[in-house]
Nanobody
Framework: VQLVESGGGLVQAGGSLRLSCLVS????????MAWYRQAPGKQRESVAT???????NYRDSVKGRFTISRDNAKNTVNLQMNSLKVEDTAVYYC???????????????WGQGTQVTVSS
């Protein structure tokens, strides 16, 4: 199973970026998906999560600015980021709970990360 992110980059404060993550490989289903971020010198933190049924949850600092969505048919999860702030600068990681194997075990997988830099 592989998770590959795309869409990071450099943007001015107030701008927008859209991150995408594709899950590929052999598996039975994808349960929860999420975006995390890690700024230099800080711990990795959850940004937004989405269940297989589409229920979402956001950290307070991004509510109203970020939107997480997923396409179950395409095995993708997206993060639309609007009104970006300098403090949103971080490496953003995609995460997925994936069920696979003969016994349908669930494992957590991470993408390699994509840099988002917001300039003032």
């Amino acid at each position: 199973v592989q998770l590959v992110e795309s869409g990071g980059g450099l943007v001015q404060a107030g701008g927008s970026l859209r991150l995408s993550c594709l899950v590929s490989g052999s598996f039975l289903q994808i349960n929860d998906m999420a975006w995390y971020r890690q700024a230099p010198g800080k711990q990795r933190e959850s940004v937004a999560t989405i269940t297989s049924g589409g229920n979402t949850n956001y950290r307070d600092s991004v509510k109203g600015r970020f939107t997480i969505s997923r396409d179950n048919a395409k095995n993708t999860v997206n993060l639309q980021m609007n009104s970006l702030k300098v403090e949103d600068t971080a490496v953003y990681y995609c995460y997925a709970d994936v069920v696979h194997g003969v016994y349908s075990h669930q494992f957590g997988y991470w993408g390699q990360g994509t840099q988002v830099t917001v300039s003032s």
